[in-house]
């Protein structure tokens, strides 16, 4: 089972948004910032020394850094998605990928209570 260790009001949003569009079975492992210093508790360094969100447990694979996950699950589990690389439409997958982590990414991430 796919586990998400998940941040409220953060990036972690995108790699839930990911999950769903692939259908994919996943459960989460939520975590509450600080409010006054507005960190991720300590705790989520015992799964990752970068003690950031999101981190994505998937069997023996833990991995960190959204952009990687969300290659890691197209990569793992729906392959046919990703262009060939070195061609327009790899350029686009990428500008999308990295839009989705970058300049949209303040747009998305919103208040949510899990
Ligand atoms: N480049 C990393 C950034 C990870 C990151 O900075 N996550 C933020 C949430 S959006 C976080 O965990 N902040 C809490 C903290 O820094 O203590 C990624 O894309 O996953």
Do not use: C
């Amino acid at each position: 089972m796919i586990k998400l260790h998940h941040l409220n009001n953060s990036r972690s949003q995108r790699v839930i948004w990911a999950l769903e569009e692939l259908g994919l079975d996943f459960e989460i492992e939520s975590y509450q910032r600080d409010p006054t210093t507005y960190l991720a508790p300590e705790k989520l360094k015992e799964v990752h020394p970068l003690g950031k969100a999101p981190i994505l447990e998937d069997g023996e694979n833990k991995i960190a850094e959204s952009a990687v996950i969300i290659d890691y699950l197209v990569n793992q589990y729906a392959p046919n998605l990703k262009p060939e690389i070195n061609t327009e439409e790899y350029l686009n997958y990428q500008y999308w990928m990295h839009y989705a982590e970058g300049s949209l990414m303040p747009y998305l991430v919103m208040k949510l209570v899990f």
